[in-house]
């Protein structure tokens, strides 16, 4: 093939093209990057033409579905960037619970898709995220500890090789590849198709939050960790702290995916903790829930965060996440929001060697982000966040391999052993290197072949 001869029945744009600008634009203002091309695919051919002209053209492949991830790897400078957003499709079929989804398609397509029939799956927290960086890496959602993270619930992938070919990925074919794919990122190719099983679910859910004053947070904090410990798998702790106008808020709660009526047993409970300065018990569809956390102008916005995994919640560590990198509760008008999420339920059930994914023995996945527009706050901005993920570091059982960022990942292989285990980073190199062993695909959270 010759790269003259190249058709595609999608776009291909260079800059001072139409849509060019749009193209390459992420969630992440700080990410300006320019690729020599970009190939908007229409479908799996335009995929595999695109890889085969980045390769003859020794050009670096970035590949973008939601481009949500904050270090931009779907951006490549002077690359070719393959921007699957035309491929955004869904098909469900109903009688065998069972959604095909494109690699370019938003979670909010899956939902949109299945929920009619009273289907769903694992798919998020934010309805403009992509499925296939999400669910590549793992995929928490609100309904993970009822029924598993994203990744737990793909039957099948269709992959586009570093060479170009197309290969289905299942526990009956290519089974390696398929373990890699449940947690791996995308470091073995380019996912045009995921197959996911669909479960019955209540279209109606609860949603409850309590306000607290920072510095009276600490028995309120310690209280909440041991509910969730017992907590249904319908219900999804969460905690945050930001800046409020009075000072610093702690906000706990949970989110109940199911009947309102069977959550609202919980809140006797959770009323017992504390007086609140403020609450909310409210109860949107499960579409609704879904759109809750997302975003509006967030291309505008310059982004940087820092997370881990917590096993375990001390008190040591609750005074930790309370100050937030901080000398005190509001030592800084930089200091990021922090949020902790819960998992355990049907995400630990899945025994640590049936997938790449790892710590599922996670009590709380935490995390620490800023927002800004000012370029001239991007180091303060950008060292809080920093200095509040060194605070929680102590009590760290690794990371979700999604939340890497650039930094992280600058050094070599140290953030990815933060995500795998020895043993899980081992059989990670060997099935890249069977798929890709010239690192053809190495803007990701990047797990080296052998060499």
Known sequence: MTTTATRFDGRLLTPGDAGYDTARTVWNAMVDRRPRMIVRAAGVADVVAAVRMARELDLEIGVRCGGHNVAGFAVPDGGLMIDLTLMGGVRVDPARRRAWVQGGALLGAL???????????????????????????????????????????????????????????????????????????????????????????????????????????????????????????????????????????????????????????????????????????????????????????????????????????????????????????????????????????AIADVPEADSAFSHRGTMFEFGAGSRWTDPHEDDARMDAARAAGAALAPYASGVYVNALTADELADGQSGVRRAYSAAKLARLTAVKTAYDPANVFHLNQNIRPAQ
């Open 111 to 345: 939902d949109r898709a299945s929920l009619p029939y009273g289907l769903a799956t694992t798919a998020g927290n934010v309805s403009h995220t992509g499925v296939g960086g999400l669910t590549l890496g793992g995929g928490m959602g609100w309904l993970a500890r009822q029924h598993g993270l994203a990744c737990d619930n793909v039957v099948s992938y269709t992959m586009v090789t570093a060479e170009g070919d197309v290969v289905t990925a299942s526990r009956t074919e290519n089974p390696d590849l398929f373990w890699g794919l449940r947690g791996g990122g995308g470091n073995f190719g380019i996912v045009t198709e995921f197959e996911f099983a669909l479960h019955r679910i209540s279209t109606r859910t609860l949603v409850a939050e309590f306000d607290f004053r920072a510095e009276d947070a600490v028995p309120v904090i310690e209280g909440w960790r041991d509910l969730n410990a017992v907590a249904p798998r319908q219900a999804t702790f969460t905690a945050d702290v930001g800046s409020g106008p009075a000072g610093p808020i702690a906000t706990v709660g949970f989110v109940w995916a199911g009947d309102p009526d069977e959550g609202r047993r919980l809140l006797p409970a959770m009323r017992a903790l504390g007086r609140p300065v403020a609450s909310r018990v409210t109860t949107p569809s499960y579409l609704e829930l879904q759109r809750r956390n997302d975003s509006t102008g967030g291309h505008a916005y310059r982004r940087y965060s820092k997370a881990h995994y917590l096993r375990g919640f001390p008190t040591s560590a609750i005074e930790a996440f309370l100050l937030r990198g901080g000398s005190d509760l509001s030592a800084s008008p930089y200091l990021p929001g922090v949020g902790l999420q819960a998992h355990g339920g």
